[in-house]
């Protein structure tokens, strides 16, 4: 069992920077893929960055470039670094933990807003 807490969003202008914290307790957090995922008005869930146990990164097309996602497995913590924010990057933000060889085993956090606007 995997406990997440989000924390970080907050209301942004178009152009600002702003970074996302996962705090994971629980299981072993060396064993799980991480992951920030968003859900926007009237949308589906999408993935935004993912981060293996291995350390290898993925983003979506739409934050690459902009967003970083990093893991301190010391710490059992991910962050999510955007910068150059866009009004299109607003919406809920989830943490996301998917074991490493069991990928049914999921956990998710209840999510952090992160609205920008001008």
């Known amino acids: 069992q995997v406990q997440l807490a989000e924390s970080g969003g907050s209301l942004m202008q178009p152009g600002g920077s702003l970074r996302l914290s996962c705090a994971a307790s629980?299981?072993?957090?060396?064993?799980?893929?991480m992951g920030w995922y968003r859900q926007a008005p009237g949308k589906e869930r999408e993935l935004v960055a993912k981060?293996?146990?291995?350390?290898?990164?993925t983003y979506a097309n739409s934050v690459k470039g902009r967003f970083t996602i990093s893991r301190d497995d010391d710490q059992k913590r991910i962050s999510l670094q955007m910068n150059s924010l866009k009004p299109e990057d607003t919406g809920v933000y989830y943490c996301n933990a998917e074991h490493y060889s069991i990928g049914s085993l999921t956990f998710w956090g209840q999510g952090t807003q992160v609205t920008v606007s001008s």
């Open positions: 981060i293996t146990n291995g350390g290898t990164t």
């Open positions: 629980g299981s072993i957090f060396k064993m799980y893929h």
